[in-house]
């Protein structure tokens, strides 16, 4: 019985293994027979650019190859459009949008259009295992006219070295250049460490003056390190000719300028009408960059009927936003902005004199400490006041704004 069973086996066990070398024939025969390189087409023959609707360009791989697709002019200059990408086998063809535009080697015309003239599309591929290779040749024509890249005139940065400390010296560059035609405009900042920082991302320009400006900082006002940055300044036109300019801007001294109010008084508490209060304010630079400071300096006496913009024909008027002051206010003062701390001082540990511009500004270095006494004839005619202090940065806002509060009685 089981010789019987072994003998009617051996014929299935057979017809299973021809059957099994006979599909991976079959399979080798399918893989074998799908080509490196398919179908290779154009949607025309002919492109007109600035038409609107890209060439498409489409090609079928079998297998995965590293393929070039480039065009050659009728002297046989090579364009490349693309150059050995890896491209794995797919059923469906890869598709490729061709403006007319090619890149080019000029480290400021990045691409260009090509001029009207009678072209071959070249399509090649190279198997990624063994020596196989394949390529199609199409006939092209590109029609239209002659249209030369854009240019980007008179390109200036300014100033080329910035110091984005709020100090309202040179803390911003300005970009400033002009466009012959209208173009889509791209500025980036590249930090020393590769950083990209975006200044203006896509916008479309007209042919006219431009001007941007930039605060040395990223989008998101977070600070950046000292250092030469590298710019470019990138246009593109509507027949894709693209070209950019160059060059390096420096940053030193940045920084958030930080200050903080670390005692403060003010006295007497009782006073007649006509008499003077004083109060003692001392101030420390705590952040890492100097503080710009400018105003009437320690011991200046003030009215109530005066302001600080009143002194000397407005000599200590509020400027630009990288001065630091400290002042003095009071609850009934009903006036907003400008007019709150009628009564400002210097942010200085030195006598005018002494000051970086003698009697006109000075600075509160990282880590100094500035006692300001100022003082205040009261004319008010209020039985009670509630006398404060703060901290004002020009243009910019209060810091520690309402600290000390202080009521004084005043008699009449």
């Given at each position: 019985m089981k010789l019987l069973a072994w003998?009617?086996?051996?014929?299935?066990?057979?017809?299973?293994?021809?059957?099994?070398?006979?599909?991976?024939?079959?399979?080798?025969?399918?893989?074998?027979?799908?080509?490196?390189?398919?179908?290779?087409?154009?949607?025309a023959e002919r492109y007109d650019p600035g038409s609107g609707t890209p060439l498409a360009i489409s090609y079928e791989i079998g297998r995965p190859a590293l393929v070039d697709i480039y065009i050659l002019d009728a002297g046989g200059q090579r364009y490349d459009l693309r150059?050995?990408?890896?491209?794995?086998?797919?059923?469906?063809?890869?598709?490729?949008?061709?403006?007319?535009?090619?890149?080019?080697?000029?480290p400021e015309v990045l691409r260009r259009l090509l001029p009207p003239g009678q072209y071959t599309l070249v399509v090649a591929a190279r198997a990624i295992e063994g020596n196989e290779s394949a390529e199609r040749r199409l006939p092209l024509t590109i029609g239209g006219a002659v249209i030369e890249p854009p240019q980007i005139e008179n390109?200036?940065?300014?100033?080329?070295?910035?110091?984005?400390?709020?100090?309202?010296?040179?803390?911003?560059?300005?970009?400033?250049?002009?466009?012959?035609?209208?173009?889509?405009v791209n500025i980036d900042v590249i930090a020393p460490n590769g950083e990209v920082i975006p200044v203006v991302t896509r916008e479309e320009e007209g042919p006219y003056e431009q001007r941007h400006v930039w605060n040395g900082k990223r989008p998101n006002g977070s600070l950046l390190d000292?250092?030469?940055?590298t710019y470019t300044v990138r246009a593109e036109d509507t027949f894709g000719?693209?070209?950019?300019?160059?060059?390096?801007?420096?940053?030193?001294?940045?920084?958030?300028?930080?200050?903080?109010?670390?005692?403060?008084?003010?006295?007497?508490?009782?006073?007649?009408?006509?008499?003077?209060?004083?109060?003692?304010?001392?101030?420390?630079?705590?952040?890492?960059?100097?503080?710009r400071t400018y105003g009437p300096p320690s011991g200046y006496e003030y009215t109530t009927d005066e302001v600080f913009s009143s002194v000397e024909n407005g000599i200590y008027a509020a400027q630009a936003g990288g001065f630091w002051r400290v002042g003095m206010d009071w609850d009934a003062n009903s006036g907003g902005g400008p007019k709150r701390y009628p009564y400002r001082w210097a942010i200085s540990p030195r006598p005018p004199e002494e000051w970086a511009q003698p009697f006109v500004e000075d600075f509160l270095y990282p880590g100094e400490e500035a006692e300001i006494i100022g003082r205040l004839r009261i004319l008010q005619r209020e039985t009670r006041m509630g006398f404060y202090v703060g901290l004002i940065q020009d243009g910019v806002g209060f810091f520690q704004d309402r600290t000390g509060r202080t009521i004084i009685d005043v008699g009449f």
């Open positions: 003998r009617y086996a051996r014929p299935l066990t057979l017809m299973i293994a021809i059957g099994v070398l006979w599909l991976s024939v079959l399979g080798l025969h399918g893989c074998a027979a799908a080509p490196l390189l398919g179908a290779v087409t154009a949607s150059l050995a990408q890896p491209r794995a086998a797919a059923s469906d063809p890869y598709i490729l949008r061709f403006d007319g535009s090619v890149p080019t080697d000029d390109l200036i940065v300014w100033p080329p070295v910035i110091s984005p400390n709020a100090d309202a010296i040179d803390d911003v560059a300005e970009f400033t250049y002009r466009l012959p035609v209208s173009a889509t000292a250092g030469v940055y000719n693209v070209v950019q300019r160059q060059g390096q801007i420096t940053l030193v001294d940045t920084g958030q300028p930080e200050a903080r109010i670390v005692y403060s008084m003010i006295a007497p508490q009782r006073v007649m009408l006509g008499e003077v209060i004083t109060v003692t304010i001392r101030v420390r630079n705590t952040g890492t960059v100097p503080i």
